[in-house]
């Protein structure tokens, strides 16, 4: 079938057979199917959907892209965690050390920031020196050594994944429940891990805004990975607002450096550590979740996860000087303060303004090939549900220039709602789809 | 607004302000918004469609990203004819001489292949020499001298549609009204004319095969360019199986140099009057299509559209020898029958199934990239409504190999369809869609 008729029938809502599918995706790895013609699927495809079919084939494709690794050596059991997406989402930097510090084996590979919403790579980008791009032999190494390890895709792991990712974050074809399963499920299948944990955003910062929508993608994600013999266990969590008081790369390592020595936001902490505990139940670890986000607790109040992540920076060749001195991270040269224009409450900040104005600042990307700067980005100083003095600051922006922090102030301000009174809070951990008796 | 907001407004059917909508293809044009992006886009708006204002806005921007003729210089009334695109459809190479020896102007600008469709410029492009990339100046002096002149789009008119219809065409985007209209009209607008026909075709092998889609697109067209200024008559065409008896570009040539000998075939020389009389009327050289079709006809027959064909090979650099020797005209070397498997009356030549199956033997193309094999098509030896024998010939290949002859067998055989007694002929040319009151 030519490439355009592939594009046609999934237009037209037609099923492809899984024959189809994949010679149409190996000719984009190829080169014979040009990325206008994926951008164009994949507008398709969010409209249109993917049947179980298409869809097993998609991710099995992916798959098949690249190497499928193995930590079946007798070793601790070896999980990943994965969000689906969001704003100030800093999970990943505290969770790997955390339960690297519990026992469990690590070997994290992340993206980059997609659309409005940031990446642990570009974050861990902002550590001076630090590698991302480790080959497999020493992601293994730095595994074996410290019990987490926190790479990128690399070419041998699902390299149509890496392509397809960036395509999406630059076509506005990101919030689709299939493209958003096969890519999550593919990755992590080819990752040889043990047990998955997801963190399934809903809230206006997340891909899937509607509660409802997140929590189809949960039951799509942990069928998928269930059928592909991966078993996978999500949270929904809010995504309402920005995760902690941080967006933009240097300053969120900031912030999960200081949740790492037990300093809060209290939020952070909460997701990180409900996320923990399913994972230590997921690996065979631990069987109450509530106990074990009690032992994930007392660990990081204990210092050893900071500790492992100092050794997790020097490992990979960033300056550990950073974990105990953030001084030394990028800072952008101008700060603008956005401030209250009434007295009251803070009782919304939309995190998909926000996440927005972060990628114009420069802390994500337009483009494929825009270079992001780590030291820009927003810190919100008064919370939802703190009160605030007309003229007070709500959030200071760190920019480059006056001009960007001015361009930036405006959709910041937009973002922001003072009410007389504080809202009722949301739940933060809304739901838990497990994989099934 | 950013390239990627912009797709994810239209993605979601919010309207976009003139000024978004050109800042996002104007980017498209300096090569800050990419062509996947736009790939995307299209899809989205292939969903979505456009709004009066968005449509006017995309057709002034495309209009804008070149230069404009004018042909107000007290010459005979300049007009040109556009087809929605067909397959077999040459109507372009008899109507332009026709309507020069009936004395008009005929400054005619044609595309190529488009999907499953010919493109008038593939076919000329089948003359050994024919040069259809004149500059302005050329294109006016060939005018002046012949009464048409047949060229591409020129870098100067409407730059920006060359683009998106290259891309259209690959991304299956192509069938969408709004897109159809924006691009038809803002072309002609551009080229300065005082009138304008338009063949809108319905059918299996038109892009937009239902009739009343058709209509409305008719409908859009005529309106949009009275909007611009520039009168308008749409006529309805069938395209349910090829025009004429043969599919492919020096094969076109050969039956197109046929009908200006008035050697038929009928339902060529059909559409090519009627369209004809049309430009008559709506050009002011005429005020009944009747009369004036009746005077087409006898021109037709009287020769002169012929040798004023010859003088335009001529003049364009093309071998005038073909004209009266179409033998000097490229030819596959290798030839296949598709026999009829039973005896009977042939019901159905379905026109889209049989252009695909031209692309295939690469009479079009399935990349941009793609270089079109003038020699390679189909004829059509036993038309709709005729008998056959089992074991008759109904459809000859031309192809290059035996093997892609093989190929293109099967998709020809399954367009074919043979029954007991000929259907109820439809339509050729069902309405007419008029500028004004």
Redesign the interface.
């Given at each position: 079938m030519?490439?355009?008729?592939v594009?046609?029938r999934k237009?037209d809502g037609a099923e492809l057979s899984p024959r189809d599918l994949t010679d149409f995706l190996d000719g984009f790895t190829r080169g014979?199917v040009?990325?206008?013609?994926?951008?164009?699927f994949?507008?398709?495809v969010?409209?249109r959907g993917l049947s179980d079919a298409e869809l097993l084939a998609l991710t099995r494709t992916i798959l098949g892209s690249g190497r499928t690794l193995s930590f079946d050596d007798g070793g601790p059991p070896a999980v990943d965690k994965h969000s689906t997406g969001g704003v100030g989402d800093k999970v990943s930097l505290v969770l790997a050390p955390l339960l690297a510090e519990a026992g469990l084996r690590v070997p994290m590979m992340s993206g980059r920031g997609l659309?409005h919403s940031g990446g642990t790579l570009d974050k861990l980008a902002a550590i001076p020196g630090f590698r991302t791009d480790l080959g497999l032999a020493e992601f293994r190494d730095v595994l074996a050594e410290v019990g987490c390890a926190m790479i990128g895709q690399t070419p041998e792991i699902a390299p149509l994944d890496g392509r397809l990712y960036a395509?999406r974050?630059?076509?506005?074809?990101v919030p689709s429940i299939p493209l958003i399963a096969a890519s999550i499920v593919a990755k992590k299948v080819a990752e040889g891990i043990g047990a998955l944990v997801l963190d399934v955003k809903f809230g206006a910062g997340a891909f899937l805004p509607d509660r409802e929508d997140a929590l189809r993608l949960a039951e799509t994600l942990v069928g998928l990975a269930g059928r592909l013999g991966l078993p996978a266990t999500a949270l929904l969590t809010s995504m309402e607002a920005p995760l902690g008081a941080t967006v933009g790369n240097a300053l969120e390592v900031r912030e999960a450096v200081a949740c790492l020595r037990g300093e809060g936001p209290g939020d952070l902490r909460t997701v990180t550590l409900a996320l923990g505990s399913e994972a230590l139940v997921a690996a065979g670890a631990a069987t109450d979740p509530d106990a074990a986000g009690a032992r994930l607790s007392r660990l990081l109040d204990g210092g050893g996860p900071l500790a492992r992540f100092r050794r997790l920076v020097e490992a990979q060749g960033g300056d550990p000087r950073v974990v105990d001195d953030p001084d030394g991270l990028p800072a952008a040269s101008f700060r603008h303060e956005v401030r209250a224009t009434r007295s009251g409450v803070v009782s919304r900040l939309d995190a998909r303004a926000l996440g927005?104005a972060a990628?114009?600042l420069g802390a994500g990307r337009?483009?494929?090939e825009d270079e992001v700067d780590p030291s820009v980005g927003l810190e919100i100083v008064t919370p939802v549900g703190a009160g605030v003095e007309a003229g007070g600051v709500v959030v200071r922006i760190h920019a480059r220039t006056e001009e960007e922090a001015g361009r930036a102030a405006g959709r910041v301000a937009g973002a922001i709602e003072i009410a007389d009174e504080a809202p009722p809070p949301g739940p933060l951990v809304w739901r838990k789809v497990g994989a099934g008796p």
């Amino acid at each position: 079938m030519l490439p355009v008729e592939v594009i046609e029938r999934k237009r037209d809502g037609a099923e492809l057979s899984p024959r189809d599918l994949t010679d149409f995706l190996d000719g984009f790895t190829r080169g014979d199917v040009g990325d206008y013609q994926v951008a164009a699927f994949l507008m398709a495809v969010y409209y249109r959907g993917l049947s179980d079919a298409e869809l097993l084939a998609l991710t099995r494709t992916i798959l098949g892209s690249g190497r499928t690794l193995s930590f079946d050596d007798g070793g601790p059991p070896a999980v990943d965690k994965h969000s689906t997406g969001g704003v100030g989402d800093k999970v990943s930097l505290v969770l790997a050390p955390l339960l690297a510090e519990a026992g469990l084996r690590v070997p994290m590979m992340s993206g980059r920031g997609l659309g409005h919403s940031g990446g642990t790579l570009d974050k861990l980008a902002a550590i001076p020196g630090f590698r991302t791009d480790l080959g497999l032999a020493e992601f293994r190494d730095v595994l074996a050594e410290v019990g987490c390890a926190m790479i990128g895709q690399t070419p041998e792991i699902a390299p149509l994944d890496g392509r397809l990712y960036a395509l999406r974050d630059v076509t506005a074809t990101v919030p689709s429940i299939p493209l958003i399963a096969a890519s999550i499920v593919a990755k992590k299948v080819a990752e040889g891990i043990g047990a998955l944990v997801l963190d399934v955003k809903f809230g206006a910062g997340a891909f899937l805004p509607d509660r409802e929508d997140a929590l189809r993608l949960a039951e799509t994600l942990v069928g998928l990975a269930g059928r592909l013999g991966l078993p996978a266990t999500a949270l929904l969590t809010s995504m309402e607002a920005p995760l902690g008081a941080t967006v933009g790369n240097a300053l969120e390592v900031r912030e999960a450096v200081a949740c790492l020595r037990g300093e809060g936001p209290g939020d952070l902490r909460t997701v990180t550590l409900a996320l923990g505990s399913e994972a230590l139940v997921a690996a065979g670890a631990a069987t109450d979740p509530d106990a074990a986000g009690a032992r994930l607790s007392r660990l990081l109040d204990g210092g050893g996860p900071l500790a492992r992540f100092r050794r997790l920076v020097e490992a990979q060749g960033g300056d550990p000087r950073v974990v105990d001195d953030p001084d030394g991270l990028p800072a952008a040269s101008f700060r603008h303060e956005v401030r209250a224009t009434r007295s009251g409450v803070v009782s919304r900040l939309d995190a998909r303004a926000l996440g927005w104005a972060a990628v114009e600042l420069g802390a994500g990307r337009r483009r494929i090939e825009d270079e992001v700067d780590p030291s820009v980005g927003l810190e919100i100083v008064t919370p939802v549900g703190a009160g605030v003095e007309a003229g007070g600051v709500v959030v200071r922006i760190h920019a480059r220039t006056e001009e960007e922090a001015g361009r930036a102030a405006g959709r910041v301000a937009g973002a922001i709602e003072i009410a007389d009174e504080a809202p009722p809070p949301g739940p933060l951990v809304w739901r838990k789809v497990g994989a099934g008796p």
